[in-house]
């Protein structure tokens, strides 16, 4: 391979593989090359990671070193997925009866959802935790993504036992958006306990379930590490859970003007 292909191949194996160490070794068995080639075909791989403003390559010393990808996002790339979700938000065609909006296109969208989730894997890379965790359904993109740029591994609670799952543990819970008792559960299996999880989902009206999500992992002896909600209501004021990391806010939603408000959360970084 020529240096400028080596280069290419190192970047791209890298950022496939956020947070996973690869040895100088590696690199050289694989394109047959010596470690000085290699040293100076990542420091260009470094270089235009970092211009791109989505991560960047670092190095780690010692015999048991290498390098790796660590996801980044720069604060003019973050505002601009706030500017986008908020463009997309405000659609009149996305207002359904009882002030809710039509999200699912949004939330299923890769393009959309990476964005998100390089907003989250920035803000709490560094929170140690052990697992993503989610609730069915619409979260369960942003979680995955969030999971992948981490390394780790993803806990989706289920609103319904699966056989499937084996021993669980359940809780009821009542939603935010209602005063209906509902259930979640968990595997036994997911997590050991003493693990460290970071709850990861798409909307927040009240908070009742991501408090159902806190209070399911308190259960099995799992602590959690931070909250990244992508879209959270203004209102009520008043959250059943606190200390919580918002990309947007949702304001008010007027259905007979046809209008939304969506605010960028400010201190996003």
Request: proline share 4%; net charge neutral; hydrophobic share 40%.
């Amino acid at each position: 391979m020529k240096r400028s292909q080596r280069v290419g191949a190192i970047c791209q194996i890298l950022t496939e593989s956020p947070g996973k160490i690869f040895s100088l070794s590696y690199f050289c068995e694989k394109f047959s090359a010596a470690k000085s080639s290699i040293s100076e075909d990542i420091s260009a791989a470094k270089e235009a990671v970092r211009i791109a403003g989505y991560g960047y390559i670092e190095t780690i010393p010692g015999a048991s070193g290498g390098v790796k990808y660590v996801t980044d996002i720069s604060p003019e790339k973050a505002k601009e997925v706030q500017e986008n979700l908020c463009t997309l938000l405000q659609e009149e065609s996305r207002i359904l009866g009882g002030g809710f909006l039509y999200t699912s296109d949004i939330m299923y969208n890769p393009d959309i959802v990476k964005g998100m989730a390089q907003i989250f894997a920035k803000k709490f890379r560094d929170a140690g935790a052990d697992y993503v965790a989610t609730i069915e359904t619409k979260g369960i993109p942003v979680a995955f993504m969030t999971a992948q740029l981490l390394n780790i591994p993803v806990i989706v609670i289920r609103r319904e036992t699966k056989i499937s799952e084996g021993a669980t543990v359940s809780i009821n819970y009542f939603p935010g958006s209602s005063e209906r008792l509902q259930k979640m559960s968990i595997s036994k299996r997911a997590a050991a306990p003493g693990s460290k999880v970071l709850i990861i989902d798409d909307f927040m009206r009240g908070g009742g379930s991501i408090k159902g999500l806190v209070e399911i992992f308190s259960e099995v002896d799992i602590s959690i590490v931070g909250i990244g909600v992508a879209i959270v209501n203004i209102e009520p004021e008043k959250k059943k859970v606190q200390n919580y990391f918002p990309i947007v806010h949702l304001g008010e939603v007027d259905e007979t003007a046809k209008s939304v408000e969506v605010i960028p959360n400010c201190q996003i970084f």
